[in-house]
């Protein structure tokens, strides 16, 4: 049987998912922390034939593949990312698997994320424990303008979630995203600036690419409204690098959510952002939850299984394969 390395899983929960049963009989070796020095990396990794990735958890790059002769496979939960250099995986021979996801998780996260901002819940659950009684006063969701940025499966949950809360909802986008908004009964925003300016609560649903990578800037921020909630559940560097400093640091008084950040996991609790009274943060939750990790695992499973036998796989290169 191969031997299978799977990565970060933080909170040792993968041996306890049902579909772990899968890789009974294989050699199994869990890693429970991040690891990003790539020597380190690679002897945790070992001899392992078979990586299983925690979606974009560890950067995969020629540096550490150098380090792994041994390596034939990486089956990724998910889709594959810029954390992945799949030419360098190709060019040594390694057969990269995608898996699938869901738009659920993530979708709720946001929500609830939205929810907890505007109603300054985590601030009024804290002073509670401390002893303190209605501290603060929230906003309701009803009347508000949701701006989302980036229409496809999760942008889209948003809006029919604030819909229901009745909400109305401001699409910014591709030109198909915001057709499609418009076909749905949604508004389209008129451009970049008419949504920044209109948005109540501002939440990027956008896929990180190279023509995404700092797209929202300092200056969109400062056009936000006073007092208006931006969402960050995508992925930090959809925002220009110190972006949010800059913007909170000059008195702007807008709120802050994120899920996401530029370098992660985040152990240090002078983090810059988790300074700010306005910002509340979580650890990257959006895919982490029971029903996810059960589909996104079971597919990185059964995908070692049918390399294993020889059955028939959608790798990210196939081109390996002719080698």
């Known amino acids: 049987m191969l031997k299978v ?15 772990f049963q899968l890789l009974d009989g294989y050699d199994i070796v869990l890693s429970h922390r991040a690891e990003r020095n790539p020597q380190e990396l690679a002897k945790i990794i070992g001899d392992a034939e078979v990586l299983v990735l925690t979606r974009e958890r560890t950067v995969i790059n020629e540096e550490l593949l150098r380090l792994l002769p041994h390596l034939k496979l990486i089956s990724q939960t998910g889709k594959i990312a810029p954390h992945l250099d799949l030419n360098a995986c190709t060019e040594r021979g390694i057969c990269v698997a995608e ?43 009803y009347g508000k303008t949701i701006g989302i940025w980036g ?20 699409v910014w986008g591709s030109e198909s995203s915001r057709q499609k908004a418009l076909e749905q009964g949604f508004t389209a925003a008129a451009s970049k600036e008419d949504f920044f300016r209109n948005a109540d609560v501002v939440t990027l649903h956008l896929r990180l690419l190279p023509q995404t990578f700092g797209l929202v800037k ?41 899920d996401v950040f530029e370098n992660e996991p985040i152990y240090d609790p002078d983090f810059p ?51």
């Open 218 to 258: 300092t200056e969109d921020l400062m056009m936000m409204k006073d007092g208006a909630f931006f969402i960050n559940t995508a992925r930090a560097e959809l925002v220009e690098k110190n972006g949010l400093e800059n913007v909170l640091k000059s008195g702007k008084n807008i709120f802050v959510a994120l």
């Open 99 to 141: 898996g699938i996801g869901s738009p659920i998780a993530p979708a709720e996260l946001c929500w609830a994320l939205i929810m907890n901002a505007v109603r300054k819940l985590p601030e009024a659950m804290i002073a509670m424990k401390q002893g303190k009684w209605q501290i603060n006063i929230g906003q309701s969701i």
């Open 5 to 19: 390395c799977i990565l970060d899983d933080y909170q040792d929960v993968i041996r306890h998912l049902k579909c």
């Open 151 to 170: 229409y496809g499966k999760i942008g889209q949950r948003i809006a029919r979630y604030s819909k229901a809360f009745g909400a109305e909802v401001l």
């Open 273 to 323: 952002l988790l300074k700010y009274n306005q910002v509340i943060c979580t650890p990257h939750l959006g895919y982490v939850e029971w029903n996810s990790y059960e589909l996104y695992f079971s597919k990185a499973f059964e995908n070692i299984i049918r390399f294993d036998n020889g059955t028939l796989v959608e790798f990210a290169n196939p081109e390996v394969l002719k080698k």
